[in-house]
C-alpha cells in the first residue's frame, strides 16, 4: 500500500484546509484509514480515524472542528480542517491499516499563523 498525501500549506488562524491521502495497492475499501500529525518537538498524535465501514473517531483536539472522509471509489482519505489554530501546526501523516500492517504515508505540512 502506498500513501500519498497533500493539500498541506500555510493558513492564518480562523481558516480552513482541506488534506486528501489517495491510496494504491491493495483494496482499498477494506482498509481502516487514519490522519496523525506531528508538531516540532512533540510526539505523532492521533487526530482522526475512519474505518473501512465509516465510523469514524477523532481526537478531543478536533472534536467539532475537523472532519475525516473517505471516497472509496477515488482510493482517497480527506480531512476537512476548520477553525484552524496555531497549534494545530504540524506535519499531518495518513496512515492505512491493512490485513494487520500499518501503511505510512509521507507527511504534508500545515503552518497555522496567529
Known amino acids: 500500500v502506498q500513501l500519498q498525501a497533500s493539500g498541506g500549506g500555510s493558513v492564518q488562524a480562523g481558516g480552513s484546509l482541506r488534506l486528501s491521502c489517495a491510496a494504491s495497492g491493495g483494496i482499498f475499501s477494506i482498509n481502516d484509514m487514519a490522519w496523525f500529525r506531528q508538531a516540532p518537538g512533540k510526539e505523532r498524535e492521533l487526530v482522526a480515524s475512519i474505518t473501512s465501514g465509516g465510523n469514524t473517531n477523532y481526537a478531543d483536539s478536533a472534536l467539532g472542528r475537523f472532519s475525516i472522509s473517505r471516497e472509496n471509489g477515488k482510493n482517497t482519505i480527506h480531512l476537512q480542517m476548520n477553525t484552524l489554530k496555531p497549534e494545530d501546526t504540524a506535519v499531518y501523516y495518513c496512515?492505512?491499516?491493512?490485513?494487520?500492517?500499518?501503511?505510512w504515508g509521507k507527511g504534508t505540512l500545515v503552518t497555522v499563523s496567529s
Open positions: 496512515k492505512s491499516l491493512y490485513f494487520g500492517m500499518d501503511y
